[in-house]
């Protein structure tokens, strides 16, 4: 086998297992915040487009996807950041979900043979950004996000010799799990020290239409190069999906959008991994890229969750509204891992312990003290649970 598998770490879901072993929870419903996976309904359209397209299961689909789909995306992309222009046929790719492309971008991006090669992830970060740094043969440093830095980055931290070895750079705008949205002016920050050293910037937006302002949507990646005069979008290719904004986990649809020439090789690559998009699923995405009505509607059960939820949780808990996404990061008063264990016990809501997102990086574990509490079961089950939480902290 690969030795370096044997540089993964378990997933915060393992980790989480292994916390409640052995815990009775008390008798009441289990009321799982955990994971970040959307429970609302799918739309109706999405099962209907689908089950039109159904004869395209027995056709071999593309590895860069139908003209029509990669279409609907640079438009929907075009309309959702203001931007001038967008070539479907140079830069858009369609991809299995944004994980498998977090994860195989790092494969075809890294250039191993280069020596002590750096790929810079966010701290607290989503594992897979890890993961794709020591499978493609480079070393993952660690950006702390903290409260004394408003969850943003310190690019200070990093010396001159690392920052001239790093190839690729993670970004998650809107962050999980604090929610933080990148302004303008850390996009230029960023861009401009992608200039200097060369590296690919990989904008993960898996989190971008879950927001509480309709006249505000986050700032995107590549809105922030338009903005800035970045034509052609040099280094930066962003990861967005249907999961979250359609509530189509299981439909595993998502795209990558950017630099043309990056996703060249991508493209190249992935004709090699084998992970080309049904087209029945291709049509689906379609009719989901095509909607807006049933996202805002989407969004506005989110919104009234977090009405309904940070007054309530705020007395016991220091926690505010992020900027968008549908995470709380939450401060609890100790360890983190006990106060899930504990909470579990007490009131058989699952919390995610903040420690298991992080890792430990100039002399701290970011993640350590907080707990992520993904608001994705319904509003009644999301305030059956704060108020089970806030009964068991007073």
Request: charge should be negative.
């Amino acid at each position: 086998m690969n030795p370096l598998l044997d540089l993964l770490q378990p997933y915060p879901f393992e980790k989480l297992r292994a916390l409640f072993n052995g815990v009775k929870p008390v008798d009441l419903p289990a009321i799982r915040l955990s994971i970040g996976e959307p429970q609302h309904a799918t739309p109706d359209l999405i099962f209907k487009a689908m089950s039109d397209a159904f004869s395209g299961l027995a056709v071999y689909p593309t590895t860069a996807g139908t003209d029509a789909l990669r279409q609907t995306i640079a438009d929907w992309t075009m309309r959702r950041y203001r931007l001038p222009a967008l070539d479907w046929a140079t830069q858009v790719l369609p991809v299995n979900g944004s994980r498998e492309a977090l994860f195989s971008f790092a494969q075809a991006v890294v250039d191993a043979s280069k020596p002590a090669a750096l790929v810079v992830c966010p701290n607290p970060f989503y594992q897979i950004y890890e993961g794709a740094a020591l499978l493609a043969g480079a070393q993952p440093v660690f950006l702390n996000q903290t409260p004394e830095n408003n969850f943003g980055f310190d690019l200070d931290a990093l010396s001159a010799d690392e920052w001239a070895r790093v190839q690729l750079f993670y970004v998650c705008s809107p962050g999980n799990p604090t929610g933080r949205v990148l302004s303008l002016d850390e996009w230029k920050a960023l861009f401009e020290l992608s200039d200097k050293y060369g590296f690919v910037i990989a904008a993960d937006e898996c989190y971008s239409e879950i927001y509480f302002d309709e006249a505000l949507p986050p700032l995107g990646a590549l809105e922030a190069a338009h903005k800035l005069g970045r034509s052609g979008f040099p280094r930066l290719v962003v990861f967005s999906s249907l999961s979250k904004r359609s509530n189509v986990p299981g439909l595993r649809s998502g795209f990558v959008a950017g630099d043309a020439k990056v996703l060249a090789g991508f493209l190249k690559y992935r004709t090699y991994h084998g992970c080309a998009m049904s087209t029945t699923v291709q049509a689906a995405s379609i009719a989901a890229w095509k909607d807006e009505e049933h996202v805002r509607a989407n969004r506005m059960m989110y919104r009234e969750k977090f009405d309904a939820l940070v007054p309530l949780l705020s007395p016991v808990l220091e926690v505010s509204r992020p900027d968008a996404g549908f995470y709380l990061w939450a401060r609890t008063a100790g360890d983190d891992a006990e106060f899930a264990r504990d909470l579990l016990a007490a009131t058989n809501v699952t919390v995610l312990p903040g420690q298991y997102l992080a890792r430990q990086a100039h002399g701290r574990n970011p993640g350590q003290g907080f707990i992520r509490i993904a608001l994705v079961a319904t509003g009644q089950e999301c305030l059956t649970a704060a108020q089970r939480i806030v009964d068991h902290l007073k």
